[in-house]
Nanobody, 120 residues
Framework: QVQLVESGGNLVQAGGSLRLSCAAS????????MGWYRQAPGKQRELVAA???????NYADSVKGRFTISRDSTKNTVYLQMNSLVPEDTAVYYC??????????????WGQGTQVTVSS
């Protein structure tokens, strides 16, 4: 069983920066991918950035060049460095961990979310 706890969300002015942290606890043996999703009011939850156990990364087009995802395996922690923030980045940000299970099945773990608000 895996638990995820996000932190770092805040109110920030456009052009500013924030760093989100996701601390994972429990067995990470079968966790293949971790990432960040966000959900803005009235919109669907969307992928922001993801990183595999091998270090490969994937970013939404809207954040490429501005956000950076990183992983510290020794601490079981994933970070999202967000620079050049714009009001469109305002959302609740959720940490995600994908667990590979038997028979080709998988399982998603989610954190409680942290609010990021970017003012103009």
């Amino acid at each position: 069983q895996v638990q995820l706890v996000e932190s770092g969300g805040n109110l920030v002015q456009a052009g500013g920066s924030l760093r989100l942290s996701c601390a994972a606890s429990g067995s990470m043996l079968n966790i293949n991918t971790m990432g960040w999703y966000r959900q803005a009011p009235g919109k669907q939850r969307e992928l922001v950035a993801a990183i595999t156990s091998g270090g490969s990364t994937n970013y939404a087009d809207s954040v490429k060049g501005r956000f950076t995802i990183s992983r510290d395996s020794t601490k079981n922690t994933v970070y999202l460095q967000m620079n050049s923030l714009v009001p469109e980045d305002t959302a609740v940000y959720y940490c995600n961990a994908y667990e590979t299970g038997p028979y080709g099945l998988g399982y998603d773990y989610w954190g409680q979310g942290t609010q990021v608000t970017v003012s103009s």
